[in-house]
């Protein structure tokens, strides 16, 4: 999810069910252990790994299970809802196409060009989720004043930058972002990792200072979901590509963090929608409840990688089956130009649309509630997505919603 910009998120109140539960998306409990939990799981991988290359109990958990599995959550918010589609038939369709005529073109020009331009999309991706969950965590506390979201963003992007800077002042790495060499080399910006650190202690310490005089000054409650975020992305992209070196723990501190709370948001959306259509796809789905959910994106993210495999890379018979054929491609440039591309739009149409469904003019009560801004209708109640009605404080119920986008992968 990639944050729609928190200027949107200044002048918004915080929703009646934020409030009630402290300022958390889904209550203290879910959201410490979707954010914090997560982190903690990630770092102690980390710490406990002997570093080296991914396994492939890993591959098939940290990979397949949360990196490439989330990427296809993204279904319950736009493909598998006919609703949605007949709202946006332009976007739904034309990114899509705009994706792979730009793959197309790009890996034509070279492959390393499109596997570079798709990891840099990916980074921000990533990068403008982290920006987009303090974001939300801000507008449920009712944080409206400048010097926050001013002060949270360039943290977040400090925290996220600096470590991108080290890699790339420090290369060879031990892992990349997809493969070997698709983030450019500049070994020249070295000399500007220790200033840039510094300004990175000066936004931390700013940041603690300012958290210290709303407690103790202002008087204002502890949004701690906002400080976990801030905190365990601070900490996940640090140990992940400058503390380590290493595929494994590059992996682990990179995916878990940014998987586990996407899903997490997708499917508290769909069940919020499950209950607006019934009578949906979504809604059957969900009626399985959350392993069923998991179980369409898992089999979907399986299906994938067993193509990628198969088709382009040949490393894993072991999982897929197929024999191991080193580093010389089967397929010949143009045949891979216009297959590679197409085994890639899942991951870049989520990156394109994650940057747009979660906004303030894509948000309707489903996705509101999902994510604490309006209340849960109680039984009986109308749930319709039609969006009427006001929130319990009296304000309209369309200041109520978010301009929200996240977690992507890059990114959320």
């Known amino acids: 999810m990639a944050s729609a910009g928190s200027d949107r998120f200044g002048a918004l109140p915080a929703g009646p069910s934020g409030a009630a539960r402290g300022g958390f998306l ?10 914090g939990g997560s982190a903690a799981v990630a770092l102690a991988l980390a710490a406990l790994s002997a570093g080296g290359a991914l ?4 591959f098939l958990l940290f990979v397949v299970g949360v990196d490439v599995a989330h ?7 736009t493909y598998l809802d006919p609703e949605e589609l007949r709202r946006h038939p332009a976007l739904y369709t034309g990114v899509p196409l705009a994706c792979y005529a730009a793959g197309v073109a790009l890996h034509l020009a070279s492959e390393l060009t499109f596997w570079r331009a798709l990891a840099y999309v990916a980074v921000i991706h990533f990068v403008r989720q982290q920006v987009g969950w303090v974001a939300i965590y801000r507008a449920l506390a009712g944080e409206r004043s400048r010097v926050d979201r001013v002060l949270d963003d360039a943290l977040v992007y400090a925290a996220t930058g600096w470590p991108l800077l080290y890699w790339h002042a420090h290369p060879p790495r031990a892992f990349q972002w997809f493969v070997e060499g698709d983030f450019v080399s500049a070994p020249r910006l070295a000399a500007a990792v220790g200033p840039l650190g510094a300004v990175y202690a000066a936004l931390a310490a700013a940041y603690v200072a300012r958290a210290i005089q709303r407690a103790c000054v202002d008087r204002a409650p502890l949004n701690l979901g906002k400080h976990v975020v801030v905190a365990t992305t601070a900490a996940t992209w640090y140990v992940g590509i400058v503390a380590t070196d290493s595929d494994f723990q590059f992996t682990v501190t990179n995916v878990i963090v940014h998987g586990v709370p996407y899903m997490a948001l997708v499917f508290a959306y769909a069940r919020e929608r499950a209950r ?9 789905v969900l009626a399985s409840g959350l392993l069923a959910f998991l179980g369409v994106a898992l089999a979907l993210a399986f299906v994938e990688e067993m193509l990628w495999d198969r088709l382009v890379w040949h490393d894993r018979p072991e999982l897929f089956g197929g024999a191991r054929t080193g580093d010389e491609p089967l397929l010949g440039p143009r045949a891979r130009a216009l297959l590679v591309p197409l085994l890639a739009l899942p991951q870049a149409t989520h990156y394109m649309l994650d940057a747009v469904v979660w906004r303030r003019r894509h948000t309707r009560p489903a996705q509101a509630r999902a994510l604490g801004f309006r209340p849960v209708p109680r039984e009986g109640e109308g749930e319709g997505g039609g969006g009427g009605g006001r929130r319990a404080d009296g304000a309209d119920g369309e200041r109520a919603t978010p301009a929200v986008a996240p977690p992507p992968s890059g990114e959320a």
Do not use: K, M, N, Q
Request: hydrophobic share 45%.
């Open 71 to 77: 990427v296809h959550t993204t279904l319950f918010r």
């Open 276 to 284: 607006e259509a019934p009578r949906s796809l979504i809604a059957r």
């Open 26 to 35: 889904w209550g203290r409990g879910v959201d410490l252990a979707v954010f």
């Open 55 to 58: 396994p492939t109990w890993g």
